[in-house]
């Protein structure tokens, strides 16, 4: 676990994402002007780091950095040791990796405790780290229902994951033809491009690029033809570089449908479950060993929620290859905690090593919200349990997604350190440009989607209802609330990828902050005017087709009326 800190040190390791196992401050900081051994870094240092490499500035207090790996087996896998030592006039950072993987995260971490001094000078402290993950999956599967993220949010992601030591990325997109509908059809040259080129950026950035398909709308899982068919779209990508596989049988009838799948795989309940086996192990047979292909096939069942036995589960144990891992979303679709009970039924019931498909912080059955809170209520006793990892998935907002997704990073990582509010608050930090919509984070904030919405609000909303002599206080607060939603609409064409996409969001808060403020005035001094102020501004919110907190406060607007 990470060691507390004091001072400003304490912030240079408060921008670390995930928490490190172990740190060891040391005394003071080294500064720089210059880098040599940059080229360690490769294009994360021209995309990330604001240093100059020696070949632009000339300094005596050059920073040298060493980056090696060391594979003799001290280090945990994706392992490292980071180090900063030295004077001020021959400042060192030396980062020994398990394997590259660790190397690679090692530098990562580098970059995050860089201090910018503003006059052409940098800082780090003196450090030294021992750190590995926890759980050997830890990832994100774009696997919503909605518009797919574009080329460029794809592109981003896996940046994103690489800064932050999530090492998988999953293409599942519902909405992409080729991957479900038209599962049969070879993806054209120029869409195979892109996957091509999504998988190099991947490859760099240490993150397993799992390219799945969905065929199971359509499938006749028992002729030949079908299946010679999933193996040449398989072909056609591993030919770009993909090398992770994964088959999707979600959302489809639960039974099967074909009168040659009933033949050959029987009618009794859960036959389903022997075609799904059956065609994951004709993939491990006929494209797997084949290619050599070194991580497991993972497979989504299509009874892939709670955690009792049941006949199609009975199937899978039996008739699953040994090392496919298996799917699942916890005690339902969209939960809101997962215990170490439930992970352990649930691998008892498939037979298989459990990849939790986790719907968070993923809005496809609300598209009018946004959940912009922490990963909550995911136990952290995982250790020695059939879960190998997760993949969150989020939101067709990527850049809006990457707050949740940080504190999925910091759980995976480091489950022992782990706590929501602290990872929610360095999240804030390190996602770019959170601060000028710190008011919409905080009204989007709670999960699971049905808990109660902004408690500090409600509270208040009550007492100044209520009365007495909290009434004050909480109109206070209200006002000072209800301000900050309205200053964070956009004045004018929104900057940035993030306000970008939450733009819609941030006027509907806007619209709610004031009905609120307008509810309020009408509420201490009761009018005409005020009451037809509340109407407008109460049917404004009320025609925004995003939802902030309209459960909070709308409610107040039409009291306000009633009064």
Known sequence: MSTPFSGSREAAVSRLVPTPQQVRLGSGEVSFASVRGAEHFGDRWRDSAPMATTERHRSPNELVVEVTVDGSGDLPAEGYRLTVAGTDDEPTATVVGADSAGAFYGTQTLLALVRDAGDG?????????????????????????????SHA????????AGRHKLN?????????????????????????????????????????????VSPGLSMVYSDPAEVDLLVRKLE???????????????????????EAD????????????????????????????????????????????GTQSSPYREHLTRELPDDVLV??????????????????????SYGHRLLLWDNFPVNDFDFARLFLGPLVGRTTEVAGSELVGITANPMPHEAASEIALATVADWAWNLGAYDPDAAHARALQVVPDTGRIRRLVESCRTWPPSAPRAPQLSAWIEALMAGGSDRAVAESGLRDAFTAMINEEPAGEPAGRLEREVAPWLRAQAAVGRAGLAALDQLNSPSSSGREAVEQALAAAEACEQNVLHDVVLPLARNALDS
């Open 327 to 348: 799917w699942w979303t916890g005690r339902d679709i969209v939960v809101g905690d997962i215990t170490r009970a439930e992970i352990d039924a649930a691998a008892a």
């Open 262 to 305: 009933v033949a050959a795989f029987g009618s009794e309940p859960g036959s389903s479950a022997r075609a799904h086996a059956a065609v994951c192990a004709q993939v491990q047979e006929r494209f797997r060993h084949v290619h050599g292909a070194q991580r497991p096939l993972i497979m989504v069942p299509t009874d892939y929620a």
């Open 121 to 149: 000078t940098y800082h780090l402290p003196r450090i030294e780290i021992d750190d590995h993950p926890d759980l050997a999956w830890r990832g994100t599967i774009e696997g919503f229902y909605g518009p797919p993220w």
């Open 153 to 160: 949010d794809r592109l981003a992601h896996l940046d994103f």
């Open 236 to 258: 056609q990508v591993w030919k770009v570089g993909v090398r992770d596989i994964a088959l999707l049988f979600d959302d489809i009838p639960p039974e099967l449908e074909h």
């Open 168 to 212: 998988a990325y999953v293409y599942a997109p519902k909405d992409d033809p080729y991957h479900r509908q038209q599962w049969r059809e070879p993806y054209p040259d120029e869409e195979l491009a892109r996957v091509g080129e999504l998988v190099a950026l991947a490859e760099r950035r240490h993150v397993r690029f799992v390219f799945s």
